[in-house]
């Protein structure tokens, strides 16, 4: 059974901070791993999505990197702002016995960026 | 383009009712898949639907159901609420199936349902 697993679970920074968030997996058989912000309330914005094949992907302040071998990604955020205060999530597409496809998520990394 | 639409945004239900959640894929998605959120807990998969046939399933009661319909749409249903049913229930949707790597499921912005 695929599980994830993202450290830490909250994390507090001062406003200008470079930060990395993790995220570890137990089955290496995954289509893609995304990225996800949530804010408060809302639904999920996609921020990155890494396929199985590829070693990272980059959107401006943010880089993701996937060692699928090892079973972890992290999130780099370069810079952080105020804006940034939101919980991640980090969830990996796979196929089921039945032929379906899911996302298993991580419990999320609330993050606070302080002024 | 409009994104993915979910409806009601919020609902309050009592124990033993049952609720409709509906949702609207974007236009030209066929595959439509529910997700449940606890506070505090990442979603978890209720349903997939694609081309209006379940696809896939998750650890969930037959309490829970869903349909899609021709134009992809897709409601779904819970019968005999339970306090624990409340949560934020994400709706999502992807152009195909399975087999493309690059595939990107895009959410909606939830129904939060809270079961008194």
């Known amino acids: 059974k695929q599980e994830v697993t993202q450290i830490p679970a909250a994390l507090s920074v001062p406003e200008g901070e470079n930060l990395v968030l993790n995220c570890s997996f137990t089955d290496s058989a995954i289509y893609n791993l995304q990225w996800f912000r949530q804010d408060p309330g809302k639904g999920l914005t996609s921020l990155l999505l890494i396929q199985s094949s590829q070693r990272e992907q980059t959107s401006g302040r943010l880089n993701a990197s996937l060692d699928k071998s090892s079973g972890r990604s992290t999130l780099y955020i370069a810079a952080s702002q105020p804006g940034d205060s939101a919980t991640y999530l980090c969830a990996v597409r796979i196929i089921t016995q039945g032929g379906s496809e899911k996302l298993v998520f991580g419990k999320g990394t609330k993050l606070t960026v302080n002024p | 383009d409009a994104g993915v639409t979910q409806s009601p945004t919020h609902l309050i239900k009592t124990r033993g009712q049952h609720v409709t959640l509906r949702c609207s894929p974007i236009?030209?998605?066929?595959?439509v898949s529910w997700y449940q959120q606890v506070l505090g807990q990442g979603p978890q998969f209720i349903f997939q639907?694609?081309?209006?046939?379940?696809?896939g399933r998750g650890n969930f009661p037959d309490r829970f159901s869903a349909r899609q319909f021709p134009n992809y749409s897709s409601e779904l249903n819970v019968n005999a609420l339970l306090l624990g049913d409340s949560a934020l229930y994400l709706c999502?949707?992807?152009?195909?199936?399975?087999?493309?790597?690059?595939?990107?499921?895009?959410f909606g912005p939830g129904t939060r349902l809270l079961v008194l």
């Open positions: 639907y694609y081309e209006k046939e379940e696809r």
């Open positions: 236009s030209g998605h066929k595959s």
């Open positions: 999502a949707s992807s152009l195909n199936m399975v087999g493309v790597d690059q595939e990107t499921q895009y």
